[in-house]
């Protein structure tokens, strides 16, 4: 009762508006007080300037209310401060629905500070002070305050469940151990936590491993992409300055050509101008000569006539006839240009293919597993197609480039340093990078080969042949006996007998560590379109 007579001294002194005591307290017409501060900001606050309310009772008053101190309450409210009367708890003191209130409080809860796993309840600041005054409750355990606390409770027995049964891997009471549990493999609850605690700083330690790990990876990427920023920055640069020569170039090149043109064309207008001079000078003799001829033609007097005509000179021997070529020489000029036009477009359209960008595949973070099966390897797929240019001269290649036949007889390709002239191979068009899948399907026997790019070749040497050097990788299929080539070495392949291999190239377990990968998975026909008909594959990028 005298705790409720306190809360009731409380609640009466104090500020509706602030809810602690009040501070220079004043009576408004209506009854009610405020703290002076108060009920000055509410007012001051309201909409309407001209009708002031009670904050309680919501009477209004006009004009404003002139606010005096009611010295009388406000020396009453020190006096019982003295008293021992406290300040109200500030709002958020209070437990909300999302906090865990005092068991102890009543009327409005304040927030439980600590929950007593003895005791199953939960207490504020000022009811939990017996735990720490008090010798029994000393030795009580008290945790975070918590809302299941219920949940420590046999819901059978209504007692503490302080046991577990690892039979059952579950909490129990010590009644619940001498009736279901009896003869279960139990301990106690805290010897329970100990062993799981030591497995949980285990788990711990792996995350956390694993979390400098990722950290690492994570850094990795990062100098990764400053690199991969680096490098793509300096590749545009450098191309700018090779393209910028080769523009430079080019113009040289054509004002070499324009200056030719015009050198020729001022030495041809000389000589034909030289030659029309002498053309009109013989015009202007001759015409004398007709004048001449046509005054002693006229002449009445036949003395006259006789005696004049020996002495006119004889007509000077003729020139031949000017018989006009046509003008070939420029028209040469405009063809060789062309031709090298032509020569230059093809080179820009058969070697343009390594001057494209080819992605590095990260999987730091993330990595990819293997495929196991046909389906998962075909996730990989490429089409391919072959690179005249690489074919020796007795593969025929046919079907837009996608098959290889050996024949009898030489096909007639242009030279081509890059062309296989000893062993009868051919390489694919396409460069590959990361993970990679295609099918050959055969007839007789191949090798089915990944290669570098800078594998030789010219001649017959083992440096040029596929699976003979440490350029290349070579599966031999002769009709059902398969055979993995490597560096000249040789190692049997089981496998059934088909006429469609699959080849799996994982162009980035070098980078991983694992050096270049190329796996092979024979297959046996099927009813899938990702086939290619060759004798030999794929130069990946190096």
Known sequence: MAQKGVQLDRETFSCSICLDLLKDPVAIPCGHSYCMNCIKSHWDEEDYKYNYSCPECRKTFTPRPVLV?????????????????????????????????????????????????QCLASFCEKHLQLHYESAPFKKHKLVEPSKKLQENVCSRHDEVMKIFCRTDQQLICYLCLMDKHKGHDTVSAAEERIERQKKLEGSRQTIQQRIQDREKDVKLLQQQAEAIDRAADKAVEDSEKIFTELIRLLEKRSSDVKQQVRSQQKREESRVRELQEKLEQEITELKREDAELKKLSHTEDHSQFLHNYPSLSPLSQSASSIHIRPLSCF????????????????????????????????????????????????????????????????????????????????????????????????????????????????????????????????GRSEECGFGRNDKSWALDCDNNKYTFWSNKVQTPVSGPGSSRVGVYLDHSAESRGGGFCGETELQPAGGENHRLQTLSRQQPSQ
């Open 331 to 458: 028209e040469d000029v405009t063809a060789a240009v062309s031709e090298v036009r032509d020569k230059l477009q093809d080179v820009l359209r058969e070697e343009w293919t390594n001057v494209s960008l080819t992605g590095t595949e990260v999987d730091v973070l993330l990595p990819q597993p293997e495929p196991k099966t046909r389906a998962g390897f075909l996730k990989y797929s490429r089409d391919i197609t072959l690179d005249p240019n690489t074919a020796n001269t007795q593969l025929l290649l046919s079907e837009g480039n996608r098959k290889a036949t050996f024949m009898s007889q030489q096909q007639s390709y242009s030279s081509h340093p890059d062309r296989f002239t000893g062993w009868y191979q051919v390489l694919s068009r396409e460069s590959l990078t990361g993970r990679c899948y295609w099918e050959v399907e055969r007839r007789g026997g191949v090798y089915v080969a990944v290669a570098y790019k800078n594998i030789s070749r010219a």
């Open 69 to 117: 101190k009611n010295t009388m309450l406000a020396a009453l409210v020190e006096e019982l401060k003295k008293t021992g009367l406290q300040a109200a708890p500030a709002d958020h003191c209070y437990a909300g629905a999302e906090d865990v209130a005092c068991d102890v409080c009543t009327g409005r809860k304040l927030k439980a500070i600590k929950s007593c796993l």
